[in-house]
């Protein structure tokens, strides 16, 4: 028997393996509830069932119900959301790009690159350690993390919103929930968008066998209502620049929500957006797809505008940053291609 207690993130997402137990060769068939019941230290039923019904016991990378029996050489994987040592913080001297601040909050723009919070692999050199270091005192939030009363992903460039004390925390919280708040994202996506605007909505959970992406399924057993509204900014026949406004703020919502519609984030390599999508099979058009690839070397998504109620204030404040610098030449580069080529019908 093998016995792992180590953590497994998801380097952007929200799972993070705390137990690893691979069943010996002479393991008789036995519910999951009770063989993870023999091997974790103080862990009750209750604890594990609910673990069960989250989601996050895994038997050969696939999620199973309490009883389903491990049976010699399976791998029983327990993930939470949170990683066993990410309280461990490490004050460090990134310099970040402040937008706004006052004495109850702060606006940042996030650059490509940098995680917001510690995970496996990103204990340091993350969002946090920079706060830790910039900044004292900053209040906890539900997921015990400094500051952080959102997120965004680690190669999506754009603006966060930081609480500075306990009441701006629960006061900017409750807006994201209560979806007063305001988001927009600007993203490139693959295909040319039918209609000049739509809604998107479904429940977004973790994909069934891989657990790195997320997936929209038509019922609540399976992840978390999400709904995000888009509109056509600008067409390039393969691609389509779109504005996207989230209603609410899953994990990967825009990326999983445009995914699901056929139109992927351009070279967004966790859902196959690296991939030659739509258009030709020239050489010359896969060198243009390559060069485009390079200028950009991460999924086409920035969190373009945020606007919020202050906490003491009451003002309404709207933040809105330009785009990045690789997606600005990589639009060019589309734009400059959709001029001079006639874009071919596909089946």
Known sequence: MQNNNIEDADLEG?????????AAKGQAPLRVDKFLMNLVENATRNKIQQAATNGNIFVNDIPVKSNYKVKAFDVVRVLMEQPPFENIIIPENIPLDIVYEDDQLLVINKPAGLVVHPGHGNYTGTLVNALAYHFENLPMNSSERPGLVHRIDKDTTGLLVVAKTDHAMAYLTKQFADKTSEREYVALVWGNIEEESGTIEGYIGRHMKDRMQMSVYDSEDFGKH??????VLERFGYVTLVSCILETGR???????????GHTLFNDER??????????????????????????????????TLGFEHPTTKEFMRFDTE???????CIEKWRTYSKSHIMEEEE
């Open 14 to 22: 929200e799972l993070f393996e705390h137990y690893r137990f691979e």
């Open 323 to 329: 785009l990045p610098q690789d997606m600005k030449e």
């Open 226 to 231: 999400a709904v995000t509204h888009y509109k």
């Open 251 to 261: 994990t990967h919502q825009i990326r999983a929500h445009m995914k699901h519609i």
């Open 271 to 304: 859902y196959g957006g690296h991939l030659i999508l739509k258009g030709t099979t020239f050489t010359k058009y896969k060198q243009f797809i390559d060069n485009c690839f390079k200028t950009l070397p991460r999924q086409a998504l920035h969190a373009k």
